[in-house]
């Protein structure tokens, strides 16, 4: 056997092996966090699920329809429910303790917006929301994720912020450290559905990777890939950058399941 072809067996290998251990993300039912639930025999219709009234992923796994749910930060403790085919099916939201993160920018541009910045902000957050709320069956995600880039995680997912000691949002995701010009990678397969010049997020690229599962990319200093473009696992979309509110030069970036921020790090190995 040739080298290249073993080299391509190896590699069809590594492949079917990360299919199976990653097929789905890690079950985690805290407020950010992922819920897995096993539905029915495959051999049955692929049932429809519904969580808050919003459409949620049905994929198959080991011979099962699995619903795969994102609880928003805000989601309450306890008993909780996804319609499934019109029945409810029960999960319970166990506590996670997000601890406190405060930030010092050097202007208060950005905590306390003028009018016209304010008018800006809900512009956009309308085209976020949209980008946020959409929903390919055409494409089947890959929960394998790759990192985006190379960099040391400055700041995790779900902290309560103050910025210049005022509250504000928690943090809806997983900042990376990395130097400006860093070229950032498509974690798995998508569709880019949105780009643009942001008041918070800066320049940012939205990422559609199947069924209501979105990546959000912020604070880029170049957007390298347009609206409707498909991309590849690993395909650079852009350039690591300090446009938008930040301190300094990272990514930050945001995924989102049926509309509601979850922890990225649930889809890294
Ligand atoms: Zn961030």
Redesign the pocket.
Known sequence: MSLSNLLKIMAIMTCALSTSTWALPQSNPVPGGIVTLKLSDKTELKPEAFYKDKAVMVTAHEGYWHAVVGLGLNTPLGYQEVRVNGKGIAFNVIHKDYPEQHITLKTNKHVDLSEADLKRHKGEKQKANKAFNSFDETQSPDFAFMKPVKGSFS?LFGLKRFFNEKPRNP?S???IAAPKGAPILTPSPGKVVLTGNFFFNGNVVYVDHGQGLISMF?HLSEIGVEQGDTLIKGQPLGKVGATGRVTGP?L?WSVSLNNARVDPMLLLP
């Open positions: 700041s943090h995701g997983l900042d912020c990272h930050h």
